[in-house]
């Protein structure tokens, strides 16, 4: 999967919107599981959303469900999570994570081998 590379995470007042890019120096075989994953401080890291780029099937935790869209451009090398109606217990370092795709994909952190830097996301009430 190479390198990711997270950016436009930001601090905005609760309601707001950011949208995160993830750019991945090569998306490979053309079968891969991308995610967003969250780690606010203390605690564990959490799949948000992913997508494969099978049959591009996305999956979401449930409290953004609604709210935040995950999209992948395999042309552009790219993967997008767009964050809408933000609340405070959003806050959170924001992670763009990869691995191959094999028989499905899931939200489970401990299921994605490439990761990124990070990207502060912080909402504030």
């Known amino acids: 999967q190479g390198q990711l590379v997270e950016s436009g995470g930001g601090s905005v007042q609760a309601g707001g919107s950011l949208r995160l890019s993830c750019e991945i120096s090569?998306?490979?075989?053309?079968?891969?599981?991308l995610a967003w994953v969250l780690q606010a401080p203390g605690k564990e890291r959490e799949g948000v959303a992913r997508?494969?780029?099978?049959?591009?099937?996305?999956f979401y935790m449930g409290s953004v469900e609604g709210r935040f869209t995950i999209s992948v451009n395999v042309a552009k090398n790219s993967l997008s999570l767009q964050m809408n109606s933000l609340k405070p217990e959003d806050t959170a370092m924001y992670y763009c994570?990869?691995?191959?795709?094999?028989?499905?994909?899931?939200?489970?952190?401990?299921?994605?081998?490439?990761w990124g830097q990070g990207t502060q996301v912080t909402v504030s009430s």
């Open positions: 090569r998306i490979t075989h053309r079968r891969e599981c």
């Open positions: 994570a990869a691995e191959s795709f094999r028989t499905g994909c899931g939200l489970d952190a401990s299921e994605y081998s490439y």
């Open positions: 997508v494969n780029t099978v049959d591009y099937g996305t």
